[in-house]
């Protein structure tokens, strides 16, 4: 005698804005926002807003599709348990749905209302992070978050091709801004949860390659990392504005990777500097981008 599977009750819109990673989707709606008010021409506020908006929904539609691929690794680990799918608040096949239908809508949208080349590079953004970094990257090597990052490094190129349908030099540095500021930012954090992805079978770089190696790449990649940061001013790309800020809040990430990077031993102090770098690295990003806004609107 088989016993019925229990039917899990109707999630309710919680439970979908959950899926979407709405804090995750902050920064990426921010950075894009930027990218578009940074270019040099000027967008319809009508497109621009819709522009955001599919930004926001593909950002929404990865995440969602990240987590149905990733329920038996939310499972375990303690900082994920309570997403809707490991708490059984919601089954795969309603996150599945809404992940690939959200995808469709975002680019569908984006390339009807605002440009084809906005949606291009939406497209595979999403693409990038569904398929690259979360199906093939995450569970097989430590360099997940490394290649991975460029998933979440896109939405200054898409806010600059729906303002201009095309791409420059400066949004390619921001990309690269936030494709080289991913590692150190995410290892921060790995240190201080590592037991979680070791318990979920992810090899991340502190639990393969020990605390040691994670500690000096944080450092070098805060290396090249800084000096993209920067690079827009003297490049002529950017005013003193954006100069000011950047070399300023640079040296202050650059400080605190420094004291992660040189930390020799771990003691009992919850990995202060670690969470330190960690919390100051996305407070960094929204103001070096927020200075770049402020650049352009008052030297323009």
């Known amino acids: 005698m088989t016993t019925a599977t229990p039917l899990l009750p109707p999630a309710d819109w919680r439970?979908?804005?959950?899926?979407?990673?709405?804090?995750?989707?902050?920064?990426?709606v921010f950075t894009g926002l930027c990218?578009?008010?940074?270019?040099?021409?000027?967008?319809?506020?009508?497109?621009?807003?819709?522009?955001?908006?599919?930004?926001?929904?593909?950002?929404?539609?990865?995440?969602?599709?990240?987590?149905?691929?990733e329920a038996d690794i939310d499972a375990v680990m303690r900082r994920t348990q309570k997403r809707p799918l490991p708490a059984g608040r919601m089954d795969r096949q309603s996150a599945l749905h809404f992940g690939v239908g959200l995808s469709a809508f975002s680019v569908l949208l984006m390339g009807l209302a605002v440009n084809l080349a906005a949606a291009a590079i939406l497209t595979v953004s999403i693409l990038f992070y569904v398929f690259v970094y979360t199906v093939w990257l995450k569970r097989r090597t430590p360099q997940n978050i490394v290649i991975g990052g460029a998933a979440g490094a896109f939405p200054p190129l898409i806010g600059w091709a729906a303002a201009t349908n095309d791409v420059a030099t400066l949004p390619v540095l921001l990309f690269l801004l936030v494709f080289l500021w991913t590692p150190p930012h995410f290892w921060a954090l790995a240190l201080f949860v590592k037991t979680d992805y070791a318990n979920a079978g992810v090899p991340m770089l502190p639990v393969v390659a020990g605390e040691r190696v994670t500690r000096r790449q944080i450092g070098l990649y805060t290396i090249p990392m800084s000096a993209v940061a920067i690079a827009p001013w003297p490049l002529g790309l950017t005013g003193y504005v954006y100069g000011?800020?950047?070399v300023a809040t640079t040296a202050i990430f650059a400080?605190?990777?420094?004291?992660?990077?040189?930390?020799?031993?771990?003691?009992?102090?919850?990995?202060?500097?670690?969470?330190?770098?960690?919390?100051?690295?996305?407070?960094?990003?929204?103001?070096?981008?927020?200075?770049?806004?402020?650049?352009?609107?008052?030297?323009?």
């Not at 990218?35 to 955001?52: D, E, N, R």
């Open 35 to 69: 990218g578009m008010l940074a270019a040099p021409t000027s967008i319809h506020p009508v497109l621009g807003f819709t522009a955001i908006l599919c930004i926001a929904l593909g950002a929404g539609a990865a995440g969602a599709l990240n987590q149905w691929y």
């Open 255 to 300: 400080a605190l990777a420094l004291v992660v990077a040189t930390r020799t031993t771990a003691t009992d102090d919850l990995m202060t500097p670690e969470k330190r770098l960690f919390k100051y690295s996305i407070l960094y990003l929204f103001v070096i981008f927020g200075a770049l806004v402020a650049d352009r609107w008052m030297l323009s």
């Open 244 to 246: 000011a800020v950047a």
């Open 15 to 28: 439970d979908f804005l959950a899926l979407t990673k709405p804090r995750v989707m902050t920064l990426v």
